[in-house]
């Protein structure tokens, strides 16, 4: 059985960093949607029914675009592979072009057509397996985002190879953040923090004026509740990336969700946790997924972007931070220590 670490930052660590807040009280909700457990901290006279709303929403997108949903567009895609190109509606295709543009973008780091592999290994199933060699071989044949043909004017997808699959399990959850952000603003709500996945979206300050705090993972801890520094945060994505988050044990030996594209297997990153901060959900969560992958040396070329911030853990449990986030980051657990020069992950 595959064991499961969920979000990088957690809900229940913002409840107990906002005990003192004052009041209204928020209004609370869970739903349990794509693989993952979401959950709502909503404030305002319509907070039901705006995470009511979300939730439905939610629940919408995954029959839309889950490659475990047969019925999904996704899956009917992936069932044509190699066949004819299939029309989509709006919402996927605009997606599908995110996850082509930030494929491109990460030098063979990330890639949407993952999911031969990812399935293969089956990691975040109830049934994970380490693949034989050969098998892996097969798989990464296939994973290719030049082999993903978009026909903007008719908007349809096509895999050219029959085998190929789409994943969009590394983008499509910060993607939903706008959903959700247009969801809030039509049901007026005051403010609101929801968890989704490996990502955090809070929408506008709390009511007291105050950004939300939310505690970053320590990445050594199995507990949830062990944290490795504060971040204050409103009206922005923030999203981690780290292995501890999904995995399963076989033979004694540790396998993670989070594949390298040129060997097939878990890789084997100099970092153990990303954390990436802009107001672009899909930027964020990809992006927390590829520098993980580019590893310590990568840091540099992240760590001073006007569309995105960045908190970086290495190895040696030294801290990297975007100067963007000096005023509103601090490290809580004396495990780790800031990097005194950026670069020195160069």
Known sequence: MAKRKWAGVFLACVAILCSGCSKPSPTYSECYVMDTQITQQVY??????????????????????????????????????????????????????????FSEQSNGLF????????????????????PSEEEIADC????????LVLDEENHTAFLKEE?????????????????????????????????????????????????????????????????????????????????????????????????????????????????????DGALADALSTTLFLAGKEAIPSYINHSDFSVIVIDEDNRVYVSPSLADRFTIENDTFTLADEFEEAA
């Not at 944290?227 to 396998?255: C, K, N, P, W």
């Open 44 to 101: 305002g006279r319509n907070a039901q029914k705006a995470c009511d709303a979300v939730n439905t929403r939610l629940k919408e997108l995954e029959s839309l675009l889950s490659l475990y949903v047969p019925t999904s567009q996704i899956s009917k895609i992936n069932e044509n592979a190699g066949k004819s190109p299939v029309k989509v509606d709006d919402y996927t295709f605009n997606l599908l072009q995110k996850g082509v543009f």
């Open 111 to 130: 890639d949407i057509t993952i999911a031969p592999l990812s399935t293969l290994w089956g990691i975040t199933s109830d049934h994970p397996k380490v």
């Open 140 to 147: 990464l044949r296939l994973v290719n985002i030049e082999n």
């Open 163 to 279: 085998g190929m699959a789409i994943d969009l399990g590394g983008i499509a959850k910060g993607y939903f953040c706008e959903e959700i952000k247009a969801i809030y603003t039509e049901y007026e709500v005051d403010s609101a923090l929801i968890s989704i996945g490996g990502n955090i979206y809070t929408y506008h300050q709390k009511p007291d004026g105050t950004s939300y705090r939310l505690g970053i993972r320590n990445p050594l801890s199995d507990s949830a509740n062990d944290l490795m520094g504060i971040l204050t945060s409103h009206d922005e994505v923030v999203a981690t990336t780290g292995t501890y988050e999904r995995y399963f044990v076989q033979d004694g030996v540790r396998y993670h969700h989070i594949l390298d594209l040129e060997t097939g297997y878990p890789c084997d990153s100099d970092l153990i946790s990303v954390t990436v901060v802009s107001n």
